[in-house]
């Protein structure tokens, strides 16, 4: 795909900020043209979202005031920075306020108050970013990426876990196992001082076994942690301060231990946390305590990286898909597709040329790059609903797309991406459509011309013996040219042409003519 973001200017500068349980983030980055990226400011703020969140299911407004103010000091510093442009910010929001039920009482505040539109992110979001983030590091151990390694991250609602296999990312889960959520519910049930840590260790139990359900044990493993609790961890256990540090597990549990025989405000003032941060810190390493030993570990990897970075990486590449990830889900989609017994020749066939028309006619449909994924997706699912059976079978598609999982693909983008297939045939899209009529314009227009694109790449593959290889779409007044090269007949495509166009002609007001052309090269 195009890298558009790094080319045009020598150098820019982004900030992505993180609306967390415990505290708003922010991470300020200077992009030079070659795609170095330097870190120029960190700034944190302690918030209480994940405690009103999780224990009464929405934000207090004396919360939301909070977090607006710390906001407003994130904005003072962006304009220090003269960091004015949306394209130049990403605001994004993880469980405490996906969960809260006045969360968009909460978004519209903020955006209000702030300018800030912030994203709250969902759980395939969240694997996608972490994974966007860890990559490089993974690249600069390759021993990381031969068998099997779990990636794992404690946070104030859940831990997240990817586990990868040979460099693939083969399982991805969200665990309801947050360091807020324990203490809440310690509190709750008033087990009293002496019990707590019995119950707190069982409760972590049982999702470090779930944890190390899913691995292969007969296979060797490794564990790569992230989270500022464990960089905290390393640094004092050991002093590391590198990218990728190795501790001990017995020692991280001695240390687990000493932590949590400390009250919040010694931590405080030894550490220099907020008392949220201290709060959260023994209960986090004990987390990632037992999960490593669960899986039978005797050290584990500490990262220094985070949602930032990972934030920072789609930034860089101007587009939500990035290299590796881009392949992951693609092989995702691929693996659904063989499930249902799909045509892959054709299909794979479709997706390439609907690709290519995406990108030769950038002038025309005029969308960002992060939706060429998106067709690319569709088209290699535009079928699968005839495992169902022919009658309706784009509807089926469209069924068994929205009700599937890919990595790092969220509900919304997969919503996306069934529509598009559904619109691969027959109808054309209405406001009367269920989904399709809840979207917001921006979403129907891209749909459609998603969908348009779709039916003219299907139509390109008529014969389902991939005859055109390659293609160039020319726009001429009132008539999108499409060459097939090296062709002499293209009657059969061009009749199925005719038969498709209509969403074309109705999204872009634009004829489609196919002819082949023997003699280009």
Known sequence: MTETAVSETPQRLVAVIDIGATSVRMMIAQIRADGEVSHLENLSQAVKLGRDSFVSGRIRRATIEDCVRVLKIFRRKLTEYEIARPEQVRVVATSAVREASNRLAFLDRVYIATGFNVEPFDEAQLHRVTYLGIRPILDANPELLAGQTVICEVGGGSTETLVMNDGRVTFAQTWRLGVLRLIHSLEASDVGQPNSRRVLESRIAQTAKQIAGVVNRREPVRLIAMGSEMRLAVQEISGGIEALEIVDVARLREFADQILRLNPDRLVTRYQLSIQEAESLGP???????????????????????????????????????????????????????????????????????????????????????????????????????????????????????????????????????????????????????????????????????????????????????????????????????????????????????????LFEYVFGLNVELSAKPGFV
């Not at 590449?317 to 995702?332: L, P």
């Not at 998106?374 to 290699?380: S, W």
Request: hydrophobic share 45%; proline share 1%.
């Open 284 to 502: 986090a390493l004990l987390i990632n305590a037992m999960i490593a030993r669960r899986l039978e570990l005797e050290t584990v990897h500490v990262a220094r990286v985070n949602l930032r970075d990972g934030l920072i990486k789609e930034m860089l590449a101007g587009r939500q898909w990035v290299g590796n990830a881009e392949e992951q889900v693609i092989d995702s989609a691929l693996t659904l597709g063989r499930r249902f017994s799909f045509d892959e020749a054709h299909a794979r066939h479709v997706a390439r040329l609907g690709v290519e028309l995406f990108r030769q006619t950038t002038a025309l449909h005029q969308l960002p790059d992060r939706w060429e994924i998106d067709l690319h997706l569709a088209a290699l699912l535009h079928e699968v609903g005839l495992a169902i059976g022919e009658r309706s079978y784009h509807k089926h598609s469209q069924y068994i797309i929205r009700n599937s999982v890919f990595f790092g693909v969220s509900s919304r983008e997969l919503n996306l991406i069934a529509l598009v297939a559904r619109y691969h045939r027959r109808a054309l899209p209405q406001r009367t459509h269920d989904v399709y009529s809840q979207l917001d314009q921006d979403d129907r227009v891209a749909v459609s011309k998603l969908a348009a694109l779709l039916r003219i790449a299907k139509a390109l593959d008529a014969g389902r013996n991939q005859s055109v290889q390659e293609i160039r779409a020319v726009r001429a007044g009132n008539t999108l040219r499409v060459e097939a090269p090296g062709l002499t007949d293209v009657s059969i495509e061009q009749l199925e042409l005719r038969r498709q166009q209509e």
